[in-house]
């Protein structure tokens, strides 16, 4: 694999923007961006010092490593196969990096894709959520060629990523990320229910999450999320919408495995339950509001 120095960024939203920045400003490349809206890849090029595209193909024309992150499988394969997409402009050699949380079967599908154009498709989707790429503190899950994976560790690493791990072949990235997934909607439907019981029972709230946050209940939500739960906060982080879309994904695969997601499957229509109710834009972690008199 040769050196990366040009990168192109695909997808400039809460996630993509920062993550472009840090390419430029901590990897040092040269990067070009596309977003679907303009004026947005616009402010990112007067702010980071980089180029401005009008299509996906002219962004990945001389780039070494092409990242996207944009919103399901439907986008991805519009931004990839569709005209003006990246396979129309990417160079043999080159290295695309797919950050969206997106199906495993469609991550496989342009890796096959890319393979004809004489490039190489790592499904890397990533952990951590805005606030994460704004710190440049995400874990990437990545599937896909071994080698292109060691080629784009370094430079990751240098920009955005805490934590990034080969988990096999093509796809693999994101079934892990299905995994974190699952995991996350358990942890919040389960501190939901105890705030909530522990609301209603009248504790102090403050002093019922500074001790169970140094025993074995403690989490990363329970940590960060915790308190703004009880304080009806939920103005921040990854998007109800969103919880959908990627538990969606992993009850989808579940019917192809066999794997048993019941609990999933639950948090799901609980999750359904708030986005008819309006609050499709609010944290996950809003779950609590089922529970609580703020949803009554």
């Known amino acids: 694999m040769k050196p990366i ?6 997808g400039l939203g809460v996630m993509g923007y920062p993550m472009a920045g840090h390419l430029a400003q901590r990897a040092g490349l040269d990067v ?3 977003n679907r809206t303009a004026a947005k890849a616009d402010q990112w090029a007067g702010e980071f010092g980089g180029k401005a595209r009008p299509t996906p193909a002219a962004a990945a024309q001389e780039a070494d490593l092409v990242c996207l992150c944009v919103g399901n499988d439907h986008d991805l394969r519009a931004v ?9 402009g990417v160079n043999a050699g080159a290295i695309i990096a797919d950050h969206t949380t997106v199906s495993a079967e469609i991550a496989r599908e342009l ?20 606030i994460g790429a704004e710190k440049g ?5 990545v599937g896909g060629d071994a080698e292109a994976f060691a080629a784009v560790e370094p430079v990751m690493r240098q920009s955005y990523a805490r934590e990034i791990r080969h988990m096999g072949p093509s796809g693999a990235g994101q079934l892990t990320k299905m995994v974190n997934q699952i995991c996350i909607a358990g942890v919040l439907q389960g501190l939901a229910e105890g705030l909530a019981f522990g609301m209603k029972a009248g504790l102090d709230m403050d002093r019922a999450l500074a001790v169970t946050t140094k025993g074995s209940a403690q989490s990363w939500q329970m940590e960060n999320r915790g ?3 009880v304080r009806d906060q939920f103005d921040f982080g990854f998007a109800v919408q969103w919880m959908i879309k990627d538990l969606g994904l992993a009850l989808d ?8 997601l019941e609990s999933t499957e639950q948090i799901l229509s609980f999750y359904k339950e708030l986005e008819g ?5 609010l944290d996950t972690s809003s779950l609590i509001k089922r529970l609580s008199k703020s949803y009554e």
């Open 227 to 229: 308190p703004t739960m």
């Open 111 to 130: 890796s096959a894709e890319a393979v004809r154009k004489g490039a190489v498709f790592l499904d890397a989707p990533v952990s951590g959520g805005q």
């Open 80 to 88: 990839m196969l569709g005209q003006g997409g990246v396979l129309e």
């Open 253 to 260: 695969e579940a019917k192809k495995n066999g794997a048993k």
């Open 137 to 141: 503190q995400l874990t990437v899950m």
């Open 5 to 10: 120095k040009k990168a192109a960024f695909i």
């Open 32 to 34: 070009a961006v596309y």
């Open 277 to 281: 109710g309006g609050f499709g834009r």
